[in-house]
C-alpha cells in the first residue's frame, strides 16, 4: 500500500513537473516567435538598415494573441522620420523608423509633455540588428527616463488645483447619468496626472497612467481604483470627491478665489 502511495505520489509529481516544464518551454517559444518574426522582417524588408529594435509587449515579456510587432528602425543620413503600419506573414507590425538623430526630437517632446513613450519603447527594446546607433539610442533614453519629467512651477500646480476644482463642483452639480460619467473620468484622470507631475514622476495614455500611479505608489493606485468602482457600482461620488480632496490637500486644497491668468 505504501508502495502505491509513493509511486503515485511520484507519478504525480512527475506530471506537474512536466506540465510545468512544458508551460515554460511553450512560453519561450511563444517568446521565441516574435523575435524571429522581427528579424526575419529587418533581413528582407529593411538590410540595408543601421540598427533595429523590437520594443513593446514583445519586448516586454507580455505579449498576447493580439499584440504586434513594435520595431524601431535606425538608418544613417540626414534627419527624417516616419511610422507606418503593415501585415507580414500574419503579424501586424507598426515601423518607428528614423533616420540620422530624428528620434532625439521625438525625445524630447515626450519629455516635455511628461509621457516617454518612445524612450521607454528603445529603453526596453531587444536589439534585433545591432549598432553603434542602437547603443546611442539606448544610452540617451535611459539617461531621458532616469531624470524624469521637468518639475512644475508653483503657477502650473496652481493651475490644475484650480480646474480640478471646477470639476469638482461640476460632478457634485450632476445627476448620475452620462455627463458625471464623463466627469468622473476627468476627474480621475486629471487628478493622476496631477499627482504624478507634482512627485516629478512620468504620466502615461491609457493603461500607462495606471502603471505610473502604481509604480509611484501602489496604495495610492489603489485608491484611485477603488474611487472609480464605488462610482460606477453604488453612484458613490464621495469616494471621488475625497480622493480628489486627499490629492489637493497637499498642495493646498481647492482653489478658486485668487486664481488669476493675465
Known amino acids: 500500500m505504501h508502495l502505491v502511495l509513493i509511486n503515485a505520489s511520484v507519478l504525480l509529481?512527475?506530471?506537474?513537473?512536466d506540465t510545468g516544464y512544458s508551460r515554460q518551454m511553450e512560453m519561450r517559444d511563444f517568446m521565441?516567435?516574435?523575435?524571429?518574426?522581427a528579424k526575419r522582417f529587418i533581413k528582407t524588408a529593411h538590410p540595408d538598415c543601421d540598427g533595429a529594435v523590437l520594443a513593446g509587449s514583445c519586448a516586454r515579456g507580455e505579449a498576447t494573441a493580439t499584440s504586434d510587432l513594435d520595431i524601431i528602425i535606425l538608418y544613417e543620413g540626414e534627419n527624417r522620420a516616419y511610422r507606418k503600419s503593415v501585415y507580414v506573414d500574419g503579424w501586424p507590425i507598426e515601423m518607428f523608423v528614423y533616420t540620422g538623430d530624428a528620434y532625439l526630437d521625438f525625445f524630447s517632446s515626450d519629455a516635455m509633455r511628461g509621457i516617454p513613450s518612445l524612450p521607454r519603447m528603445a529603453s526596453e527594446a531587444i536589439i534585433l540588428k545591432e549598432s553603434t546607433a542602437v547603443h546611442k539610442m539606448q544610452a540617451e533614453a535611459n539617461r531621458i527616463l532616469a531624470e524624469g519629467p521637468l518639475p512644475w512651477s508653483e503657477q502650473i500646480i496652481?493651475?490644475?488645483r484650480y480646474m480640478i476644482t471646477n470639476l469638482i463642483d461640476d460632478f457634485l452639480d450632476k445627476e448620475d447619468g452620462g455627463e458625471?460619467?464623463?466627469?468622473?473620468?476627468?476627474?480621475?484622470?486629471d487628478l493622476a496626472v496631477f499627482m504624478?507631475?507634482?512627485k516629478k514622476h512620468w504620466i502615461g495614455a491609457g493603461k500607462w497612467m495606471f502603471r505610473e500611479l502604481h509604480d509611484l505608489d501602489p496604495e495610492?493606485?489603489?485608491?484611485?481604483?477603488?474611487?472609480?468602482?464605488?462610482?460606477?457600482r453604488r453612484h458613490d461620488k464621495q469616494a471621488i470627491v475625497h480622493l480628489a480632496d486627499k490629492c489637493l490637500e497637499l498642495f493646498g486644497g481647492r482653489f478658486f478665489e485668487g486664481y488669476y491668468v493675465g
Open 196 to 198: 504624478l507631475r507634482t
Open 220 to 232: 495610492l493606485a489603489s485608491q484611485f481604483e477603488q474611487s472609480l468602482a464605488a462610482f460606477y
Open 180 to 189: 458625471a460619467y464623463f466627469l468622473a473620468n476627468s476627474i480621475v484622470h
Open 13 to 17: 509529481y512527475a506530471h506537474y513537473t
Open 158 to 160: 496652481d493651475h490644475h
Open 32 to 37: 521565441q516567435k516574435p523575435i524571429e518574426a
